[in-house]
């Protein structure tokens, strides 16, 4: 099974700075690698696809890079509504579909 | 465009459930289906995912010989049967659309409490 371990577990930040999100997988993916805001009482919502594909519809300050077993979610100039669990999930083709353990966004 | 779960409840430990999800607003046949559950508290994970033919399964290893998922394309329907559960199965179930890619699309969940 592959891990996917994020960085950090949690991050408490200020409006209109810039966060990052690290995740590394435990082995090579490639670029099968998504990413997910999830807010109390939602459901996941896709923010980004396949390390760096853009959404429709996902504001232009959410950003992905990344290939192989490490890879970034970055948020610029952060907004108050940005305040939620943020996962990593990996959709390689050749093992067991997992997610990262999240991590949560506070605003301060 | 949306997905819409069913069959949640409370269920005794070792009994069977058969959750089921609708689809609608897009061509359902077109797209692989998973369900992913979430504990209390807790993180994602994915439970099985099924390709756009039927074909295709997959699941995790925490279920694998227990759940069983299948489809209805001509129903534009998702199931997962779920036998021998325990404790460890209590979750909200999602239905997603997407499998083997990004999970595009998420239904709003239905609850399992496995207790006796």
């Known amino acids: 099974e592959i891990v996917l371990t994020q960085s950090p577990d949690f991050q408490s930040v200020t409006p209109k700075e810039r966060v990052t999100i690290t995740c590394r997988a435990s082995?090579?993916?490639?670029?099968?690698l998504h990413w997910y805001q999830q807010k109390p009482d939602q459901s996941p919502k896709l923010l980004i696809k396949f390390a760096s594909q853009s959404i429709s519809g996902v504001p232009s300050r959410f950003s992905g890079s990344g290939s192989g077993t490490d890879f970034t979610l970055t948020i610029n100039s952060l907004e108050a509504e940005d305040a939620a669990v943020y996962y990593c999930?990996?959709?390689?083709?050749?093992?067991?579909?997992?997610f990262g353990q999240g991590t949560r966004l506070d605003i301060k | 465009v949306q997905l819409v779960e069913a069959g949640g409840g409370v269920v005794r430990p070792g009994g069977p459930l058969r959750l089921s999800c609708a689809a609608s607003?897009?061509?359902?046949?077109?797209?692989?289906m998973s369900w992913v559950r979430q504990g209390q508290g807790k993180g994602l994970e994915w439970v099985s995912g099924?390709?756009?033919?039927?074909?295709?399964?997959g699941y995790a290893d925490s279920v694998k010989g227990r759940f069983t998922i299948s489809r209805d394309n001509a129903n534009n329907s998702l199931y997962l049967q779920m036998n021998s559960l325990t404790a460890e199965d209590t979750a909200l179930y999602h239905c997603v659309r997407g499998y083997r890619d990004a999970f595009e699309m998420w239904g709003r969940g239905t609850m399992v409490i496995v207790s006796s």
């Open positions: 099924i390709d756009w033919s039927g074909a295709g399964t």
């Open positions: 607003g897009f061509t359902f046949d077109d797209y692989g």
């Open positions: 999930h990996q959709s390689s083709t050749l093992v067991s579909i997992t």
């Open positions: 082995q090579n993916i490639g670029t099968n």
